[in-house]
């Protein structure tokens, strides 16, 4: 498995330690906050990968929907579950690519949030994607 030591991230990206554990097995993931926009990193590695070698649509999603995710939890300090998401996955992404994006809310009404996202792999738009979240009451412990 690629680790944060191989992963090479960009300057200004920290690795992330506070992931749940679907997350931190499919990273590892960066992060940077750059004039209060939150940045999610990836460096895309072979097991990220198709058969083709280019980063499968499944992990692209992933990574979109915590960007979406980021978003939401941040603008509402809320927890919240996603109820819809609509990805554009727009253009290849080779192994050893740098995936980045950003993520910002777009509305909230009653127990609902909206959020939009977009993805780039070495400097390149590869993704663009939407996203509504339910607002649910934390868990009784």
């Known amino acids: 498995m690629e680790d944060e030591l191989t992963a090479n991230p960009p300057p200004g990206f920290t690795l992330s330690r506070n992931r749940g554990p679907y997350t931190t097995h499919n990273g590892p993931y960066f992060h940077k906050l750059e004039a209060g926009q939150f940045w999610h990193g990836l460096r895309v590695g072979r097991r990220h990968c198709n058969v083709h070698g280019s980063l499968h649509g499944g992990m692209m999603s992933a990574f979109a929907d915590g960007l979406l995710a980021t978003a939401f939890s941040r603008g509402t300090q809320a927890r919240g579950v996603t109820v819809r998401m ?3 996955l727009i253009g290849a992404v080779d192994a050893g ?7 910002w809310l777009t509305g909230r009404e009653d127990n609902m949030a909206f959020a939009e996202a977009e993805a780039f792999a070495d400097g390149e738009l590869v993704l663009s994607a939407s996203g509504v979240f339910r607002i649910v009451a934390p868990k009784a412990r």
Do not use: K, S
Request: charged share 30%.
């Open 86 to 88: 609509v990805c554009d």
């Open 97 to 103: 690519a740098w995936l980045e994006g950003r993520a």
